[in-house]
């Protein structure tokens, strides 16, 4: 059951898709304080559990830290952080009550969960404009059922999206794309996509293409498809302001960009300079953007990634300009401080002076001032955009998913987004922003998979390997065993790191075996995504929802379900030859070994340390179940469906779902079939 409870005037943020009246009274379980702003607040049980909250810091289970809903260009993702790349405002409380929470606000909401006071959940933010979702169900598992409906169907992508790709910023022309491709292909290790970062366009200007490193670019579409390798394009936010640049142009004449308040456009700086944001709230500037991904699709271009959508501004003229007169007063200072009679509070100041001229440059890039300086027009009205500021990633990319729709309704393009809001999952998935080549962003990779589930982004996953910082052989080998589980599947790193391809590294047969691991399980992985999306289910989900009355399940973060057969275990740890595990229920460990062999042992409920050595990929099949699998390929076009094998317990049968890939005929009775093994 959901009640939706209203305060003042929300904006209509289009998250939801089922209409809910609004329920009379105060907000059911907690209390509601309304004046300046807005407070919620419940005072949990010793043993409540609270997840959610989607792509957020630290543990599966929320408790015990404070959150903030503020879509952040934050590449640091370090334990302090309490905003990351999305904004994902749904929690679920587990306990004395167990409920569902989703608070539709498009600005800063603040969740602090038992961080001020470790009894007290609270929920606030700065306008008492909003609506709150309460939903009431059987378990955990039907709550998020309930809200999975309420806010629509999942995005679905291609089939070629659940193979393997490439990426990093600093390929710069058609030769490192070549070499890249021939590094994979050469080696026998099994790639579908290469990523194309920033470089590939004519001075980082959205729809274009460098035709001095890049001439002929349909040619060499065609050139990598010949190979079976989709090239797949980023798009940024911010369109570059140059006179005869027809995008730019085009915004400006039909007033499609952001404006100041006096109604002038916007000015912010990002990779190409001053640039302008599409007013993306605007339906009519959202059709004009979306239609504009046409460029690349007329070239054969079959999927995109959307960054710097938070959106993410290194500095405005605003922001130079008190960067500038704090430099001049800090000059006058240091002239007057060579006076020879120079007073102490001179010297006083002018420290102070440092003080605050060190912070507004660090506070340049993304600074809060610059979001309250630009408008929306949105239902016929300005609005400020620091007050729908969590919307602006979500309604870029559901421009490109509205323009890719238009521009071919029968197909699945490949799209997901840096920045997000919940909604955004109807329109593409996401990957969990800039990492780094640290061990512990393993683990938090493995933490937010099912809390982004919870929330309706299936279509997901991190930069395997890291993206800043140097990754170690060990690590990306490590990384890629998780990786062989999620939707998403890319190696992407920074410019200036080391060169982390899978070719890259001694021991390459490693690599092709752990890849091939992957192509191995496509049959399964796609058919739990498939399941997921269409049912709405999780595919990844918590040990606790599965096994509620077992209370060691509950306090397991470093090991979830996926679908209803396997639990999967990653290793998160340097130099280890395997981990602790805890199996809730007697399970077979199942291991893919080098060589196409897999081992298989039962092992029963209760602890255990299992060896994994570094060129494994370990999975547990549930009891009396199984999953099949089928040979390895180089590409998800070359899998051979007539290889498909089970494996797991005798006597368990799966129901597995297959279609062409590329359609939106989902609902075919002729997708799904039944095996049984043994």
């Known amino acids: ?19 809910v009246p609004v ?107 909003l609506d709150i979702y309460v939903i009431q169900g059987e378990d955990p598992a039907d709550i998020v059922k309930q809200f999975r409906r309420l806010i629509g169907r999942s995005y679905i992508p291609p089939k070629f999206a659940f193979g393997f790709g490439q990426s990093r910023w600093g390929y710069k022309d058609r030769e490192d794309f070549r070499r890249v491709a021939e590094g994979y292909r050469k080696n026998h290790l099994p790639i579908d996509m290469i990523y194309m970062d920033i470089d590939y366009m004519e001075e980082y200007k959205d729809f274009t293409v460098n035709e001095e490193r890049f001439g002929g670019f349909k040619e060499f579409v065609r050139e990598m498809k010949g190979q079976d390798i989709r090239l797949i394009p980023i798009i940024d936010a911010g369109v570059k302001i140059e006179e005869g640049y027809p995008v730019y142009e085009e915004g400006i004449r039909e007033g499609y960009f952001c404006t100041k308040e006096d109604g002038t456009p916007f000015t912010a700086a990002v990779w190409p300079g001053y640039t302008h944001f599409p007013d993306v709230l605007n339906p009519k500037a959202r059709a004009w953007f979306g239609a504009k991904y046409r460029f690349l699709t007329d070239m054969g271009i079959e999927g995109f990634w959307n960054d710097m959508n938070e959106p993410a501004i290194f500095y405005t003229p605003e922001g130079v300009a008190e960067v500038t007169a704090l430099m001049e007063e800090f000059l006058r200072d240091r002239k007057e401080d060579r006076r020879e009679d120079a007073r102490w509070d ?26 309250r300086l630009f408008y929306h027009q949105a239902d016929g009205k300005r609005i400020r955009h620091d007050q729908v500021h969590n919307l602006f990633g979500c309604n870029m990319t559901r421009a490109a998913a509205e323009g890719l729709e238009g521009i071919d309704p029968d197909k699945r393009f490949l799209l997901f987004s840096r920045s997000s809001y919940i909604g955004m999952h109807r329109y593409g998935g996401i990957w969990t922003g800039d990492n780094k080549s640290w061990w512990s962003h393993i683990l938090l990779n493995l933490k937010m998979l099912p809390s982004l589930n919870m929330c309706g982004f299936l279509y997901i996953g991190a930069d395997l390997g890291g993206f800043g910082a140097n990754a170690s052989r060990d690590l990306v080998l490590r990384w890629l065993a998780l990786g062989v589980f999620t939707p998403l599947m890319r190696n992407h790193a920074a410019i200036g790191t080391r060169e982390q391809e899978c070719y890259q590294f001694e021991g390459i047969e490693d690599f092709r075996h752990i890849l091939g691991v992957r192509y191995r399980l496509i049959p399964y992985l796609y058919s739990e995504f498939m399941k997921a999306a269409l ?25 979830v379900l996926l679908g209803n057969e396997l639990m999967i275990a990653p290793v998160y740890t ?3 030859s395997g981990r602790y595990v805890y199996l809730p229920e007697r399970m077979k460990f199942v291991k893919f070994l080098p060589e196409g062999k897999i081992s298989e042992e039962v092992l029963e409920k209760g602890h255990h340390y299992v060896e994994i050595r570094l060129n494994e990929v370990p999975l547990f099949i549930r009891e009396g179940k199984c999953i099949p699998v089928v040979d390895a390929a180089e590409c998800v076009a070359d899998l051979d469906m007539e290889t498909v094998k089970l494996i797991g317990f005798d006597g368990a049968s799966y129901r597995m779902y297959d279609d062409d890939g590329v359609g939106r005929n989902y609902e075919e009775p002729g997708n799904w079939s039944v095996r049984s093994l043994g």
Not at 1 to 19: C, I, Q, S
Not at 346 to 368: C, F, H, P, Y
């Open 1 to 19: 059951m959901v009640k939706k409870y209203r305060f003042g005037n929300p904006f209509a943020t289009e998250a939801v898709v089922k209409d």
């Open 23 to 129: 329920s009379e009274g105060k907000p059911l379980y907690g209390e509601v304080s309304v004046g300046e702003g807005f407070s919620y607040s419940y005072s949990m049980a010793e043993g409540d559990i609270v997840y959610g909250l989607g792509e957020a810091n630290r543990g599966i289970n929320k408790r015990g830290y404070c959150y903030v809903s503020n879509c952040t260009d934050d590449p640091n993702h370090t334990e302090d952080k309490c905003s990351l790349y999305g904004a994902h405002n749904f929690i679920l409380v587990w306990g004395k009550e167990t409920f569902g929470l989703f608070v539709d606000y498009p600005s800063d909401l603040a969740f602090d969960i038992g961080f001020t006071r470790s009894d007290l959940l609270t929920i606030s933010c700065e306008r008492a404009d």
């Open 346 to 371: 001179a010297k006083l100041d002018q420290k102070v002076t440092v003080i605050k001229l060190r912070e507004k440059l660090g506070e340049s890039s993304g600074r809060r001032e610059d979001y």
């Open 535 to 559: 049912e709405d289910e999780l595919y990844f989900k918590p040990l606790a929802f599965d096994f509620p009355e077992d209370k060691m399940a509950a306090q397991v973060e470093d090991q």
């Open 574 to 576: 340097q130099n280890v």
